[in-house]
């Protein structure tokens, strides 16, 4: 039972990376260039 807390808890974990990577790549792809800026904002928690 405790396997399968954690092996669930690494899956979303793992899913919430590349939610996080295509929400970036999508950011970056759609700034316009008039916005310089660092680094992209923070999505709301």
Do not use: F, H
């Not at 979303?12 to 950011?27: C, F, N, P, Q, T």
């Amino acid at each position: 039972m405790i396997t399968a807390i954690l092996v669930l808890l690494t899956l979303l974990g793992i899913g919430i990376v590349i939610d996080r990577l295509v929400w970036l790549r999508k950011w970056l792809k759609n700034v316009p260039p008039a916005i310089e800026s660092p680094k992209p904002p923070e999505p709301p928690e």
